[in-house]
């Protein structure tokens, strides 16, 4: 893993927007429920963070930016975004915790990690994967919150085959992946030539079964 250490000089310009607390400002008024299958679902909130323009600005100041390395046919090579993570037990920034706390609340979980991605320019991404929690719980939920720029975020079925289901998420968009997502579904966010500039994502994670999860044992 490599530090990053200062600000990562990425640019992206949006609009700002203040003056509200939170439970008034993040609001679930417009999420749409989408089942991808009997099992597994989507929740899509547009414009869940109004200021997320000044949040991206603030994520990008504090947080502890990486750059890993991961094994790729015998080699170690660089992860292509700069990641910040928070580990369960690691207490999360007051900056998520604006996010974090009302998340919690609505879908019944102990948000207590959270990773951080930046995709600097449209050439990072990440590949075809499903997300290493569910070795832990049966159907854990994945939320994230989408900063900056717009980027594709596909799905398909983890057997395989074409992509099912299309986003574009960005700027303040929220994304609960749940049900048995992590298990039968992949996600990825491809390179894209087109993208007008930097993404950040904010992934949210719980360690411990909620109100409607359970452990993976019981599956
Ligand atoms: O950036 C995203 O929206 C997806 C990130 C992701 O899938 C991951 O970090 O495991």
Redesign the pocket.
């Given at each position: 893993m490599e530090g990053v250490g200062a600000r990562p000089d990425v640019h992206w310009q949006g609009s700002l927007f203040d003056g509200l607390d939170a439970r008034e400002r993040l609001s679930f008024d417009g999420l749409r429920h989408e089942p991808l299958d009997e099992r597994s679902w989507i929740d899509v909130v547009p414009g869940w963070v109004p200021d997320h323009a000044a949040l991206f600005d603030r994520l990008l100041e504090i947080a502890p930016w990486q750059q890993r390395t991961r094994e790729m046919w015998e080699r170690e090579v660089l992860e292509p975004?700069l990641?910040a993570s928070w580990s369960t037990g690691a207490e999360l920034p007051p900056e998520v915790r604006e996010l974090s706390d009302p998340l919690s609340e609505r879908y019944g979980v102990a948000i207590d990690s959270c990773?951080v991605?930046l995709?600097r320019d449209g050439s990072d991404a990440?590949a075809w994967?499903a997300?290493t929690v569910r070795k832990v719980l049966r159907d854990p939920l994945?939320l994230?919150v989408?900063l900056g720029a717009r980027?594709s975020?596909l799905l398909r079925p983890a057997t395989g085959g074409p992509v099912v289901r299309r986003y574009a998420?960005g700027e303040g968009d929220l994304?609960v992946m749940g049900g048995a997502c992590q298990h039968e579904w992949h996600?990825?966010?491809p390179r894209e030539r087109s993208a007008s500039g930097a993404?950040m994502?904010i992934?949210l994670r719980h360690s411990r079964p909620g109100r409607s999860t359970a452990t993976a044992a019981a599956r």
């Open positions: 975004r990641v990773l991605n995709y990440v994967h997300d994945v994230t989408s980027r975020f998420p994304i996600h990825t966010v993404r994502s992934t």
